[in-house]
């Protein structure tokens, strides 16, 4: 069966309009897999953006060689969210990963973990718009005994709650820019199994909410250490988020490889949080190299280890470490270690 060009998915927002979450399929030629247009809202268009690839995260197959534009007509209030599932659907259904038994199809529904397929519930509106052209096929989401009921995703298809098949880990780093607003950073990596289709490594790594710099050194880093695995290409679909979206320079790298390592099961999860920083230009051979502000961050990480916490630092900071650096770790109940490689901690 051919795919559609377009699709559509209507919503009501909480003010009781009726606005159409639009959907357009068209090779990708090289550019973004999702572009998301609201004129006159580009933050709404940026959220919008990262719903949709949240979400994506838990399709048993994904075909990444096309690009899905989304448009809405209309523009919610900020803080009016019951247009998320729309989105969400109107993506699914342009690209056949899902085909309603009905059109036109009405949803509402939002979710703080849509990485995890979970729709957490919808805004109450009291009647639906008597505008309507037809009985539309409506789903809400969240629990509930209604047969327009929709908990998670999987629902639509008859499937178990995918979600529980993601694996989820953060780490942290030290986010250090030199003012007031330095701190431990996190980076939060999801992984979901994938059947063994073949697909591009980086192809299967999403970065929602970071700009294309980012994402680009998020895909290459954890390719390149999957690649030292020996086993981890080609098994995973990955999504990759931000506690702190905008920063700039490269020292989370070693701790968004450790996240990965850990939701995927080849380190140890310690007993604390895992804190760490450094980079690499060979990713690929599991090496770790330096980074820059080697007091500051030491400082920072020093203020906010607790007990349980597990700190891993670049080898060539071993012999410049500040003088107690691991005894004063160790008197709060935390740990560390300085490594040249990936997998020898």
């Not at 030290?174 to 192809?203: K, N, R």
């Not at 604390?272 to 990480?301: E, F, M, N, Q, Y």
């Amino acid at each position: 069966m051919s795919l559609p060009t377009t699709a559509e998915c209507l919503t009501v927002l909480r003010d009781g309009r009726v606005v159409t979450v639009s959907a357009t399929r068209r090779p990708r030629a090289n550019r973004a897999d999702v572009k998301c247009v609201v004129p006159g809202a580009p933050a709404l268009g940026e959220r919008m953006q990262e719903v949709v690839r949240l979400a994506r995260l838990t399709e048993a197959r994904f075909d990444s060689r096309e690009q899905v534009v989304l448009g809405m007509d209309g523009v919610p209030d900020a803080l009016d969210r019951n247009w998320e599932l729309a989105a969400v659907l109107a993506d699914r259904m342009v690209r056949g990963a899902w085909r309603p038994a009905a059109l036109p199809v009405l949803a509402m529904g939002w979710s703080d973990a849509w990485q995890l397929g979970r729709v957490d519930g919808h805004s109450t509106v009291e009647d639906l718009p008597a505008q309507m052209p037809v009985a539309p096929l409506l789903l809400l989401g969240g629990d509930g005994a209604s047969s327009s009921a929709l908990p998670h995703l999987g629902t639509l298809t008859g499937h178990a709650d995918a979600g529980a098949a993601v694996s989820t880990v953060r780490a942290w780093f030290p986010l250090h820019s030199g003012g007031i607003h330095d701190a431990l950073a996190w980076v939060e990596v999801s992984v979901f199994p994938l059947d063994g289709d073949g697909a591009d490594e980086e192809g299967t790594i999403a970065a929602p909410g970071v700009d294309a710099a980012v994402q680009s050194a998020v895909r290459q880093a954890l390719a390149g250490a999957r690649h030292y695995d020996g086993r981890g290409l080609g098994r995973w679909r990955t999504v990759v988020r931000f506690g702190e979206p905008r920063f700039t320079g490269d020292s989370y790298q070693l701790a968004l490889v450790m996240a990965d390592r850990l939701a995927r099961g080849r380190d140890f999860v310690p007993r604390g949080r895992l804190i760490a920083t450094g980079t690499s230009a060979a990713w690929h051979a599991g090496r770790v190299d330096p980074v820059a502000a080697l007091d500051a961050k030491t400082a920072l990480i020093l203020a906010e280890a607790a007990s349980g916490d597990r700190v891993l630092l670049p080898a060539a900071w071993q012999d410049e470490l500040p003088a107690g650096f691991a005894a004063q770790l160790r008197e709060r109940g935390a740990s560390v270690a300085c490594i040249g490689r990936i997998g020898l901690i």
